[in-house]
């Protein structure tokens, strides 16, 4: 059953903290994407890859890490310098340029 | 710079009737476009794409319209039901630096289909 998974579905952090965000496919998709989702403001790219070991910068990078070890995976750290941490955060992948991509159900993340 | 605008936060319509949900964008080098639909805490799913070779593309009830001198596209629904009411994403993807693999999404339109 192939499909883009991400965990958990609900994270909460205390301010100061880094916590890492777990993004997993297994639909053979080389490039992966990670969306910020606030109220208003749609979806915000923050990291995406193309390929195992190379990744960009999206619009809104600042305060976010990622890797790309493994084709399958594509976590993504939020850092203690990102100052609005709080927000839905969504994986999505996709096989080439010109096909649509798939999304995960998205992670809540809320830093207290 | 928002690269793809969607002018209209929201649109309500009644069922049965054509829901015309609007799109632009402002990189040319933009060559494949994409419209999602998405409900409250979940991921959006994928609703059609059309690439910039085409002026049209049909799906069943939905339709994407591109017109490129305008660098505006259009989603039509038709006929309209109470289930497509959802928030709708238009996406972009081309060179909008760095690489061609960049997908930059609009601001979303929500849509509400009244019995």
């Known amino acids: 059953d192939g499909g883009i998974t991400q965990s958990p579905k609900y994270l909460f952090r205390k301010e100061g903290q880094n916590v890492t965000l777990s993004c997993e496919q297994n639909?053979?998709?080389?490039?992966m994407y990670w969306y910020r989702q606030d109220p208003g403001q749609g979806l915000r790219l923050i990291y995406y890859?193309?390929?195992?070991?190379?990744?960009q910068k999206g619009d809104i990078a600042e305060g976010y890490s990622v890797s790309r070890e493994k084709k399958e995976s594509f976590p993504l750290t939020v850092t203690s310098a990102q100052k609005n941490p709080t927000a839905f955060y969504l994986c999505?992948?996709?096989?080439?340029?010109?096909?649509?991509?798939?999304f995960g159900q998205g992670t809540r993340l809320t830093v207290v | 710079d928002q690269q793809v605008k969607q002018n209209s936060p929201s649109l309500s319509v009644q069922e049965g009737r054509i829901s015309i949900l609007n799109c632009d964008y402002t990189?040319?080098?933009?060559?494949?476009f994409l419209w999602y639909k998405k409900y409250p805490a979940e991921g959006p799913t994928f609703l059609i794409s059309?690439?910039?070779i085409k002026d049209k593309n049909e799906d069943g009830r939905f339709t994407v319209f591109l017109n490129k001198s305008a660098k505006h596209l259009s989603l039509h629904i038709v006929p309209s039901q109470p289930g497509d009411s959802a928030v709708y994403f238009c996406?972009?993807?081309?060179w909008g630096g760095g690489s061609n693999y960049k997908l930059t999404f609009g601001k979303g339109t929500l849509l509400t289909v009244n019995p």
């Open positions: 990189n040319s080098m933009f060559d494949y």
């Open positions: 059309i690439s910039s």
């Open positions: 999505a992948s996709r096989l080439t340029r010109d096909t649509e991509a798939f």
């Open positions: 639909l053979n998709h080389d490039a």
């Open positions: 996406a972009a993807s081309g």
């Open positions: 890859s193309q390929i195992v070991n190379d990744f």
